[in-house]
């Protein structure tokens, strides 16, 4: 598997040199970006810190031969296990039987979280010496997928860090981190490119009507690209509100319980803003009314941000949807009466 990098995403140019200058510490939060290739960024800056033949990432030399291939004995990635799957990414050491850390149950799921034998492990590779002689790279991604037990025990990496070696902390907001955690790292940001040169760089790649796919995704890049793969059109996103006023949920329906929560709090979110007199920013403005009844909004924003929350359990979805859905349509339409509509019982709907 052949990562992008800063060739095939130019905007990353100047923040992989900010990572770059030596003169940082050993540890550093990445944030912002989710969306506009900090996953890729990280693996570059780790690529450039191991490379032999300065100022890196060569390309050429052994070590970053390595990098490339997954199989440097100096970097190590460490993800959750639902993220290695997606990405199929794997290396040494990972992907082994269950670490055995108390979420393991008879037929767990793949992980959403970094577990504490992951970040263990990944410690104990840190104080083994060396194997090229450049120092250890140990990048986390996404850094808040490490619950508090993991989190802690990273700490104290970070308080007597391995001689040589660097700590490379993903997130997209720092303040999901842990206070700890963030006070021991230098921080540097990834901003999303311009405009122009996302939807320059969305046409490149073939995509039709970027500039919707662009506002759907909040303005990254990357992240409209994934809407798209996985099988996203414009004229489908546009048409979510109208067909949620219809009472039409079987395009809802299909998509997963996260994505149509997201899509909902979009939807919400922009005919808020178009009922206050501004510019809606994710759904083309022909594509919304603004909203008769600002507090039925505000009820409905406050549900899907309830169900947000948990939107990794075992939702009953197509209930789930429907419920909130219902309580959308009625918050469009200005039907704030029926208390059935305002209040889906979400406590009932769980599998
Ligand atoms: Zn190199």
Redesign the pocket.
């Known amino acids: 598997m052949s990562m992008r990098n800063e060739h095939d995403l130019p905007w990353l140019k100047d923040t992989l040199a900010a990572l770059r200058d030596e003169s940082r510490g050993h540890a550093i939060i990445l944030h912002g970006g989710a969306g506009s290739g900090q996953f890729e960024l990280a693996l570059r800056a780790a690529?450039a810190w191991?490379?032999?033949?300065a100022p890196?990432?060569?390309?050429?030399?052994?070590?970053?031969h390595l990098a490339v291939a997954h199989s440097h004995p100096d970097l190590k990635v460490v993800l959750p296990e639902a993220l290695q799957q997606s990405l199929k990414w794997f290396s040494d050491g990972d992907g082994d039987a269950d670490g055995g850390d108390g979420d393991s149950k008879s037929k767990r799921k793949p992980s959403r979280e970094i577990r504490v034998e992951q970040v263990r492990q990944a410690i104990d590779w840190a104080h083994t010496s060396s194997g090229r002689g450049q120092g250890k790279v140990l990048v986390l991604f996404p850094a808040d997928a490490m619950n508090t037990v993991s989190a802690n025990a990273l700490l104290k990496t970070l308080e007597e860090p391995a001689a040589g070696m660097r700590l490379l902390l993903c997130v997209d907001d720092p303040e999901k981190l842990l206070p700890t955690i963030r006070s021991r790292c230098q921080r540097v940001r990834l901003t999303a490119p311009s405009m122009e040169t996302s939807l320059a760089w969305l046409k490149q790649q073939g995509h039709a009507d970027a500039h919707i796919l662009l506002a759907a995704a909040g303005g990254e890049p990357l992240a409209a690209a994934q809407l798209a793969a996985q099988g996203l059109n414009a004229a489908m996103w546009a048409s979510l509100p109208a067909q949620m006023v219809q009472g039409d949920l079987r395009v809802w329906a299909a998509m997963a319980v996260p994505d149509a929560l997201r899509a909902m709090q979009l939807i919400c979110h922009d005919v808020m803003a178009l009922t206050a007199g501004a510019e809606p920013r994710f759904f083309p403005a022909d594509a919304l009314e603004a909203g008769p009844d600002w507090q039925a909004l505000i009820d409905w924003q406050r549900a899907l941000v309830r169900t947000s929350r948990h939107a990794d359990h075992p939702w009953q979805a197509p209930l789930l949807i429907e419920a909130l859905a219902g309580q959308g349509r009625a918050a469009l339409l200005g039907h704030t009466s029926s208390s059935k509509a305002k209040s889906p019982r979400i406590g009932t709907l769980r599998a």
Do not use: V
Not at 50 to 53: T, W
């Open positions: 690529q191991l490379c032999e033949s890196g990432p060569c390309d050429r030399c052994t070590s970053c």
